[in-house]
């Protein structure tokens, strides 16, 4: 079982940039798409992102789409998600995840990932 812990999270101004970074251990990483998602105060986890096993064909949900990027460096067991130009409604926790299916490209919905990290949060000011 893979075991994600995220780190890079902080306080930051709008405008500014945050890289966050999730760490995996044991199980299985490379063969794995993995996801990035989002939950505000009182809102719902939501889609930010996701990679390929391969570390191609990356999604970014619209809202953060010429903004963000995903990247990840399987040496490393790692993925990061890069935040530029930071807005106040990116003010969340942000969890990373790995795929259910290997080989994948990933997908959009919390179901198809799992393995689930303990999330970091990011909080933009204006």
């Known amino acids: 079982q893979v075991q994600l812990v995220e780190s890079g999270g902080g306080l930051v101004q709008a405008g500014g940039s945050l890289r966050l970074s999730c760490a995996a251990s044991g199980g299985t990483f490379s063969s794995y798409a993995m996801g990035w998602f989002r939950q505000a105060p009182g809102k719902e986890r939501e889609f930010v992102s996701r990679?390929?096993?391969?570390?191609?064909?990356?999604y970014y949900a619209d809202s953060v789409k010429g903004r963000f990027t995903i990247s990840r460096d399987n040496a490393k067991r790692t993925v990061y998600l890069q935040m530029n130009s930071l807005k106040p409604e990116d003010t969340a926790i942000y969890y990373c995840?790995?795929?259910?299916?290997?080989?994948?490209?990933?997908?959009?919905?919390?179901?198809?990932?799992?393995?689930w990290g303990q999330g970091t949060q990011v909080t933009v000011s204006s």
């Open positions: 995840a790995r795929s259910r299916t290997r080989f994948s490209d990933g997908g959009r919905y919390s179901a198809d990932f799992i393995s």
């Open positions: 990679i390929s096993w391969t570390g191609g064909s990356p």
